[in-house]
């Protein structure tokens, strides 16, 4: 298919282009079509693809979601990136990725957008209540190449258009703000805010200040909402999210739940 916006380059080349950071995007692997980003990213970090490698691409056949679901973009419009982390924090802390992803990407995209993100646990971010990014986190231990994650960032960011049954869920850039973006633009400025974050982690150990962050940025904590795990439905208050990224619950009885996933609604 012709790409809707062929005046805007976007490859390895033109993303490496005055990047500027140190270790995320210094290899770039950029595909016109792809399985999914993830798949790619997973099986070169098994071969000792170093630190901060990105996978990207304009279309992705099988993206995919959290639970294992589609996630469908339209091609040369959106970003759809993994990137490889050789994380030296312990293993049962790796939970803050996420979390520190959304903080950095929101942070970004209202830069350059001009518009407010707000996050929604456990890995979304939001404009006026509507998906526009979603963030997956794949961790594997392994004996030979160390531990890693691949971590999956889709941004529907220039598509005018969704499926009708997640229409009234999901937007992007361009229909909140009724501009076209540079997506090269875009993923530079976002592998420069990631790498911040990431360098700042390590050297501070700081957990509580990047939840504090993502917080600030969450409209659900204090509301009644309904969460659907492993096919169960849990209905209460949000009451906080604490530093490994579990969801406090209050049930109807009072009791606090602790949520690791889940898929929330919040109730009217
Ligand atoms: C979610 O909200 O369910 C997470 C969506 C993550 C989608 C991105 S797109 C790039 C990377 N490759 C994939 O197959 N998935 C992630």
Redesign the pocket.
Known sequence: MMPKFPFMEFNEKTISTNLGTKVFGQRILFFKSIK????YAKKIAERDEPEGTVVI?DY?S??????G?I?K?NPGENI???IILRPKIPLERFSIFPFLSAVAVAESIEKNANIKVTTKWP??LLINGK?F????MEASITAESGDFIIL???INVNQSEFPPEIRDYATSLYLSTGKIYDRTELVKDILRQLEINYENLNKSNDFKSVFERWKKRCKMLGKKIKVIQGGKEITGKAIDVDDMGFLLLEDDNSRIIKLSSGDVTVLK
């Open positions: 999914s980003t993830m798949d691409a992705q099988h993206g995919r979601g959290r639970f679901r996630w973009a759809l990136m993994s890995n979304d998906k990014c979603g963030i997956l999956g960032i889709g």
